[in-house]
């Protein structure tokens, strides 16, 4: 570590403050009697801080044993559930303010709740949040103090989060207990055990099956359960044990695998917590190839995007491993960062915006701030249990050098981009604190430039938002940048311009910047403080600089005058009064900026400054009239402003003579004119201040309040209220007196007291001092003078009204009220709410009256009405005002609203509102985040911002002192409310129900008490009104999804449910719709709640602990009330056996009533709709539904409503998985393989494989231990113990008789037994909802899946036909549902015995075949998911017969579609299989090689991904080959070598024009005109299959075998006797296979299929011999058998192909053919295999590179060069690991070296995309990245422009990435130097042979052109900045201007691009250049002038 001088930081606390906090600590330790954990320390600036540690004793005291009671007597609702909510409020008030031993007892208590057998989800999420906070502290409990068993966390996780329950409807869960519960598990794996790693990977190691989605799963649950924490304690039995294992599989299996972004977590949080232990230097390449990939780049070859499959890589997880690996001097990790940020930062350019950007952006903030946190620990955390990173491998001041200058020019390029300079604000603070002298010179100048430029606006806004990020650090002195003080005040100066009325975005940015430095500097005049102090040279600096302080703020107030004169009310609607128009958002931020800015200027401003301001300001508003609306009241809050910093000063100024105006204007009329209303507007804003000095002006305030009152106008009420409210608040409120930045203020002479210490001051909280206004005697004695005065007025005039003996017009009427509202709002912080006895709603065994929080210094007085409560005293009277004004006024709309207003305040208004707390502490925490400085040591903040914190934590508790008990009074207000809420009015109903809402959230189960009104409201015949009815709806569906059907409580819904389905008031569309919204509720957020519940010993014994005596605990936190007894456990017991019967008869009763109106038919239809649906959803996991449910259900899956049918439909699936019998399992012994393990094929695991040996053949097979369906299991490691199906004697047998079924089973069978239910079912199932849309329907199948599982083939019969007729069907919908049965019946079928299993494929087999041949446009995608779904999770053995049958020759040459769709079906169902079927993939790789140059594009398509799935398991682990069972890539290259060796030459233009005239002579008419004449059914046929199936319509014996392509052998002529079962291997057809009296060769009648017609390359070359169709040899049996006319063959006999001139041209056009088709297949095979494959690519992929570039550009074959564009694309796109990276050189090199051009500017295209997604790797192999870079410089010579010109362009960006060194740069530039001095000669010599001079000239010519492309290389690679080796290069190129063709072009356009990249900043950059430089570059860019 380098000296403290020299570094910016410094080492650990010294000894001091060390000293000093533990002096604190014993301090509190003596104060409280126990040690705390963590207090919240602003506690302490609290007026009343000395009385809070006994309210906050005493309330732990009672939440301990309240939580222990609680589930000790097994309450968990509501007593847990109410007690965790008051431990959140706890720590959230006072932190974790008690001792260790109770914190782990409450760690251990919360820990036995969540893991209680059966805990409804809902309760798990509650207790998990306070186990969140609880443990999220780690440093605060040990791991020797507290130890976490990990299991019982594992196994609540799986059931939770992956359950099948939840996507059958069985439970429904909360949206955040995902969230919620891998918190809990982040919080708690700090204290797992150490033998937590062995067990868990035992655990997941056999999940490990990269194939399988259970691979991922893995991955997910190490990244989440793996405790990494304590790790460097024992690597041997942590990290150890998995790190390099799962290395070597993101290595095999890193081709962007879904879980790759939990490795990355994994890795991220071991490295934190291990930094220096390990060496990550060998992982780089591959962690840093992904975090590039990760961005998704917009790269392109060959505008074709490149890439494969996407990165879902995290940020964050990547960032955190990234640096968390630096640091050392081994660790290369600052290259690589240096190196990927020198290849990004052209992305970060504004110029090229675009979607990557905002993930570039994160990245980069999560960098920085991962770097700062990580200094931060190293440098200043105080050392705890954790890992302490050692010096040597902490952060240097060199690493952080290196860091902050590697990713400052991305940043600085974020700060200009429209979408960036939000973030690089943030980036630039945190990078300023840990290195100011990098950042803040550049932010300066560009601050300094952006002034001064007019035409770029943004760049302003940009600078000024980011350097008031970096505020802190400009202000602040540093040792490293002293120069940035004298920075401040001229910037700060200069800004003003920037306050422009017509650019409000400037302006506020411009505010924000004043406004920040100005709370960091005093406002004073210490210009002549060089006289008493000893100042340095930049102190001097600034004190003169400090002269302009006056002048700066008199302009500042200019400039805000003239846009307050230009702020007017636009009155856009004629109708809409002026008074009713509201600020706009721009006025309102102007008021609000210019406020905020003029007081945080004046806070810290000497008493002269603030006299001329204040001056300045009373002179702008006198005798000025603004209106009231924006800029009237944009002046007044100026003068609030003014008023709130030196109030006693203020008030003197402003108060005396607007009360004197006031009087006059009051005195003379009651009318309010302008001015007049623009002063009481101003009195009402100046009145906030300490009413301490408000006291003097009482008299003539309340003058003023009396004339007020007498005016009755909307106007005139509106400013009273707001009068009166800021009046009586700043006579009531605690606050802080003031804000400034130094307590002992500013007005001290200069020569005791220097400014320039102030600048920049922070304070740590604790030692910051706040002077709080405190109400006092006399302050709230005139408060209760004013309410006595005008409160009483108004209600006593009120209780004459509603008592009949006074009239009140509406205005009266809301005046009045409007006047007692804002008195509650004025004092509502000392008004005391009413008491009384306590009303519970629900009975519990703990106590339920609300804890007082002290929010005020004991002792301190209240308001009272004479004795009497007035908020009791003001809500009876509402009562009566409600009463009098239905009576009365009913449409008084403005009086009922304000009277809810009034009512909500009083009972929840206790001095600040939630909603505006909440609103505060968001706005105080962007202050704090701007202005906290991470790398300073102690947490420390600048005053204002402490202060503000101090007042948000009183106002915190006013928040929660709105929560009190229920009384008597309550229920009246309720009532009232009610009524509101259900008002005829709907602006009326919005408010109460607004307020009926908050009443239910403030009062706990207060809803019971309007239930029953709510329900009365919802029955028709009782006069209930349409209005009343939708209010009572619109109550019971509450908001945020929080309805009261939705609450935790059966009784509840059992009482609301019936009485909703029958609510069948009205049919208005309003009312449609809230019943809408209210089943949504019901269907989305009704969480599945208890039933039953046994909560378990460890539960109560963990609660029983509270009362365990604790050494250290103090007597103030043992429990008051004794430990449970025995007898009252017992009771507990009893009472939960009785909730729980009492639980189970309502939920039972709930669906019997549900039943009963359902099947009544008494139900409206969309009632019937909605009753069904929460019949549904009260479906669950634990309970069976009865029969009489079972039955309804299952009736309704043939019901009219299409939504009756899905709902139903989705039921049934989740009942029969209810009704799942549970199989019997047995252990499996296993011979378990010596580590290390190889994955995938092995000895051990052969059993399991596909082969004929082990399909079962009989009952005794089929019942062998041999069959495991799961297919990860085996691949790796073996489970602890294999478990399998036992046989079927040892299972439950299928009942063949319904009535022996349970009742609730019986209902299902019985119906699908049922012939007429059957066919509705088929009927309705099989109908199209959505044209084009409709697909494979998961539920449908789960329902046969389930009904076939549960009852065997007890329907299968009645099912038979049916499935026959729809799987053969033309309809696309029945073939689909087809597939949904077949699908349901091979997965059901998974347990039948041998016999029906047997009986089902003899029936099952001849359909498949059938269906196959059926196969449609429409239905083949359903097809393939049947079978996919058919294969899935079952042992491929036990479904041989599905295999074999899709295996049997899946190209037949039936067509293309037919054959495309039997492999896509095919492929569908061995993929499920995954590594498993060698044998199977062994075959089928064996028959597809023949017909990979098949004929038809779609199916070479199809081959193409056949083959990826072919070859999926091609893994290559670190241990071997993991499937030496299955076919291998690299056998496969090997044998298409040979025959692509075609294609590694240019085509033959000759070969082309040969194809294009024997098309002509083959007219295509022909074949059209002989189709016509075919009869219906034949031209369907061939116009469904294609032409070859003319073929196939002659009887057998037409054509040979031998004569016929492999495997095209038509039907009927082999023999079914000689052909094994599965498929006919190419080359097998033998004599006995031809049938008899087949047609010996020549007998085919010539004609018949015109060469021309044929598809190129269905019949091979050399297969037909000229003579074979000679005329005249149609056998007669053809024709007698009607099958073709006679005219048709006449036809085709009279029209002969044309015979072909050229045999041999014919034969190499077919052999080209050939090899285009193969190349095209093999190109499809490279993309899936990039795209689809997890395993990274293979090196015999670079074996066809020559190819794919020799024909990427082919104009000849179009779709061939489409093809081999995409591969390479995906070729380039894709990781090279560094083994990989030789052969893909060598390959390169290779086509380099090639005699096509075309090839060579390819594999440059190819190269260069290759170096930018792999440039770690070529990091990493600096030889090999040399090799590329010699190739493209040896291109630049090549003699073909295009070749020169792209490797100019390759080398340009291989020199921007950095791929070279600086050094290897520069040798380049001198060789290219060397190039240009080589003359050129320009005349021939006499004598000379002109040939030779001209290949001399051109050779020449060629080789400067080289020289120059590279420098021009050299200039591109600089786009956006000037290097110090650039400017010659400049002056060297335009020195080539003339030379001969095409040098010049290069020159101008390499002149053009860098005029293009470097205007935008050219101001900077002409910095770079000398005057003589510059005058050329001038010359050289600029084009001369027209009329020069």
Known sequence: MEDDEDSCLSDFETETEKTEEENWKTKRAVELGFKPQREIVYNFLLPYSSDIDKESCEWFCEIKENLGRAIALRELRPGLVIWTSRLNKYIRLYGYKFPIEDHIVLIRLYLSVITIPKLEPHLINHAGSALISLLKRVDLITSEQLTIDWKPLYQLHETLLYSKNESLGLIKMPQSLSNNLRGIIRAARPYFPVSTTEELMRELRPMMCPMDVTFGQAINLMELFLPTYSAWKNPELSYNLWLDELIGFWNSCGNHPSWETFVIGLFGRLAQFTVGQIDWNPYLPLIFSRVQQMFSL?????????????????????????????????????????????????????????????????????????????????????????????????????????????????????????????????????????????????????????????????????????????????????????????????????????????????????????????????????????????????????????????????????????????????????????????????????????????????????????????????????????????????????????????????????????????????????????????????????????????????????????????????????????????????????????????????????????????????????????KWCIPDDKTVSAAETIVEKFLCRELNLLENWTNGEQQLAKEDLKRSVSTIWNIILGCGSILPFWSGATIHHIQSKVDMVQHFHLDSVPGSPQINLKGENIRLKISLLMTKVLKHIGAECPDNIKALSLVTSLLQSTLFYNGVMKEEFDARWKSFAAVKKLMESRVQGKKTNIRATLVDRAQLQHESRLVENV????????????????????????????????????????????????????????????????????????????????????????????????????????????????????????????????????????????????????????????????????????????????????????????????????????????????????????????????????????????????????????????????????????????????????????????????????????????????????????????????????????????????????????????????????????????????????????????????????????????????????????????????????????????????????????????????????????????????????????????????????????????????????????????????????????????????????????????????????????????????????????????????????????????????????????????????????????????????????????????????????????????SPRTVPTGMMPPGMVTPEMISPGMMPPGMMPSGMMPSGMMPPGMIPPGMMPPGMLASGMMPPGILASGMMPQETLQDMNEHPAKSVDDPSLLKKWEERQDGVRLLQTVCKLTSNLLVRNFYPVKPELFKLLHMMCLNESSELEPELARDCTVALARLAGTYLSPTTIPSAVHAITEVSNSQSWKAKVCVLEFLQVAIFTNFPSFVSLPGEADNLVGVVVALLKDNQLEVREKAGTVLGGIFHCNIVTSEQRESYIEKFKIILKKKISKKMKEGVDKIAWQAKQSEAVIRRHSGVLGLCAVVNSCPYDIPPYLPDILMLLGDHLHDPQPIPATVKRAFQDFKRTHQDNWTEHKEKFTEDQLGVLTDLLVSPSYYA
């Not at 700060?415 to 803040?440: D, N, Q, T, Y």
């Not at 307590?743 to 005791?752: A, L, T, Y």
């Not at 087809?1378 to 998974?1390: D, F, P």
């Open 298 to 770: 917009p790269t392109k070859f060959n505008k074709t995007s490149v890439g494969g499959r996407a990165s879902a890589l995290d940020c964050n997880a990547a960032a955190r491993l990234i640096v968390y690996t630096m640091g050392g001097t081994k660790s290369q990790t600052k290259i690589y960062l240096s190196k990927l940020f020198s290849s990004l930062e052209s992305y970060f350019h504004p110029a090229n915006i675009g979607r990557h950007c905002l993930k570039l952006y994160d990245f980069l903030d999560k960098l920085v701030t991962l770097v700062v946190r990580r200094v931060d620990n190293e440098r200043y955390k105080k050392p705890g249990w954790g890992y302490i990173t050692p010096k040597e491998f902490r952060l240097s001041d060199a690493d952080i050098i290196d860091f902050v200058e590697t990713l400052k020019p991305a940043v600085f390029n974020c700060m200009w981009s429209k979408l960036g300079f939000v973030h690089a604000g943030v980036m630039l603070h945190k990078l300023a604190s840990l290195r100011p002298e990098l950042i803040l010179p550049t932010l300066v100048e560009r601050l300094s430039s952006s002034l001064d430029i007019v035409t770029e606006p943004h760049k302003l806004t940009a600078s000024l938002h980011c350097m008031a990020g970096v505020s802190r650090s400009l202000v602040t002195f540093s040792n490293l940048y002293p120069q940035g003080q004298v920075h401040v005040l001229p910037l700060l100066f200069s800004t003003l311009p920037g306050i422009d009325a017509n650019d409000t975005r400037k302006t506020m940015l411009t505010f924000q910047y004043i406004a920040t430095y100005s709370s960091l500097i005093p406002f004073i005049d210490f210009s002549s403080a060089s006289q008493f102090h000893q100042l340095t040279e930049e102190q001097y600096q600034i004190s003169l600089q400090s002269a302009q302080f006056e002048d700066f703020v008199i302009e500042l107030l200019d400039r805000c005058f003239v846009i307050i004169e230009n702020s007017i009310i636009l009155q856009t609607r004629s109708e809409v009064s002026a008074d009713d128009t509201k600020l706009s958002r721009e006025d309102s931020m102007n008021n609000i900026c210019m406020s905020s800015t003029l007081g945080a200027i004046l806070s810290q401003s000497s008493v002269s400054i603030y006299e001329a301001a204040a001056r300045k300001i009373k002179s702008f508003i006198s005798g000025r009239i603004l209106e009231c609306k924006v800029s009237g009241r944009i002046a007044a809050n100026m003068c609030k402003s003014v008023v709130r910093v030196r109030p006693e000063r203020g008030l003197q100024i402003f108060l005396p003579h607007i009360c004197d105006e006031l009087e006059h204007s009051l005195n003379l009329h009651l009318e309010l004119d302008a001015q007049t209303k623009f002063l009481l507007l101003v009195l009402s804003e100046i009145l906030s201040v300490p009413g301490v000095y408000l006291l003097p002006y009482q008299p003539r305030i309340v003058a003023v309040l009396d004339r007020m009152v007498l005016i009755n106008t909307k106007e005139g009420t509106e400013l009273t209220g707001w009068i009166l409210k800021n009046f009586l608040r700043s006579l009531t409120y605690y606050a802080p007196q003031e804000y400034m930045s130094n307590v002992d203020g500013f007005d001290r002479p200069i020569s005791e007291y220097l400014p320039l210490t102030d600048w920049g001051r922070c304070y740590a909280a604790k030692d910051t001092k706040i």
């Open 963 to 1614: 929560n009190r008990n229920f009384t008597e009074e309550h229920w009246r207000v309720f009532s009232d409310v009610f009524g509101l809420a259900t008002n005829h009015y709907s602006e009326v109903r919005i408010h109460g129900q607004e307020l009926m809402s908050r009443c239910f959230r403030y009062f706990a189960y207060s809803y019971q008490v309007v239930l029953p009104k709510i329900i009365e409201n919802l029955r028709s015949d009782n006069g209930t009104s349409h209005e009343e009815f939708k209010g009572a709806l619109f109550i019971l569906m509450g908001k945020n999804g929080k309805s009261m059907l939705t609450k935790h409580c059966w009784k509840t819904f059992q009482t609301i449910c019936p009485a909703l389905l029958q609510a069948s008031h009205s049919e208005k569309p309003s009312i449609v719709k809230v019943m809408g919204m209210l089943l949504d509720t019901v269907l989305h957020h009704m969480d599945t709640f208890t039933i039953t519940l046994d909560i378990n010993k460890e539960a109560i014994d963990a609660a029983l602990e509270i009362w365990k005596p604790q050494e250290k605990s103090s007597a103030d936190l043992i429990p008051r009330k004794p430990k449970p007894t025995q007898s009252e456990l017992e009771q507990g017991l009893s009472d939960q056996e009785k909730s729980n019967l009492e639980n189970t008869n309502t939920y039972f009763s709930i669906i019997n009533t549900l039943c009963e109106h359902l099947e009544s038919g008494n139900l409206q239809w969309r009632h019937y709709n909605a009753g069904a649906a929460i019949l549904v959803t009260l479906l669950r996991h634990d309970m069976l539904p009865p029969a009489r449910a079972v039955q309804l259900i299952t009736t309704n899956l043939i019901h009219d409503s299409l939504e009756v049918r899905k709902t139903s439909i989705f039921a049934l699936s989740g009942i029969l998985r209810l009704q799942k019998k549970k199989r019997v399992r047995v252990e499996r012994e296993v011979v378990r393989p010596a580590n290390p393990v190889k994955p995938g094929n092995r000895e051990d695991n052969s059993w399991m494989q596909y082969s004929p040996e082990n399909w079962p053949t009989d009952a005794a097979s089929w019942d062998k231990p041999n069959f495991v369906h799961k297919t990860h299991i085996g691949y790796y490691y073996w489970p602890e113990k294999l478990l399998v199906y036992a046989p079927q004697d040892k299972q439950l047998g299928f009942i063949q008789n319904p009535e022996d079924m349970k009742p609730e089973e019986r209902p299902i069978i019985q119906s699908f037994l049922n012939q007429e239910f059957v066919e509705n079912v088929v009927k309705f199932f099989s109908l199209e909802e959505n044209k084009g849309k409709d697909k494979f329907d998961s539920r449908k199948f789960l329902i046969w899946k389930g009904l076939f599982r549960n009852y065997g083939d007890l329907c299968l019969n009645m099912l038979k036909p049916h499935i026959e007729r729809l799987a053969l069907a033309e309809v696309e919908s029945q073939q689909r549902f087809a597939a949904e049965i077949i699908a349901g019946l091979i997965r059901g079928a998974k347990h039948w015995t041998w016999g029906m299993t047997e009986n089902l494929w003899a029936w099952l087999v001849p359909l498949l075949r059938n269906i196959l041949g059926h196969v449609t446009v429409e239905t083949i995608a359903d097809w393939g998911t049947c079978m996919a779904t058919s294969s899935e999770s079952r042992d491929p053995n036990r479904i041989h017969w599905m295999l074999e049958v899709l295996m049997e020759e899946p190209l037949r040459s039936q067509g293309s579609f037919l054959d495309s769709s039997r492999l896509y079906v095919l492929q569908g169902a061995i993929a499920q299989q995954e590594w498993r079927v060698g044998y199977l993939l062994n075959k089928l790789d064996n028959f597809l090689n023949p017909f990979l140059t098949h004929p038809y594009h779609n199916v070479r398509e199809r081959l193409g991904s056949v083959l990826s799935n072919i070859y999926s398991p091609d893994f290559k682990f670190p241990t071997g080959a993991a499937g030496p069972d299955s076919p291998r890539i690299s056998s496969l290259v090997d044998k298409l070598l040979p025959r692509l060796e075609i294609m590694k030459s240019d085509p033959d233009p000759e070969l082309y024009k040969f194809n294009q005239t024997r098309e002509k002579e083959n007219n295509p008419a022909m074949l059209s005109e002989l189709i016509s004449k075919l009869p219906e059914e034949l031209k369907k046929q061939v116009q469904r299959h294609g032409p070859q199936v003319l073929m196939q319509l002659l009887a057998p014996g037409m054509m040979p075998p031998g004569m016929m392509p492999p495997g095209m052998v038509p039907p009927g002529m082999v």
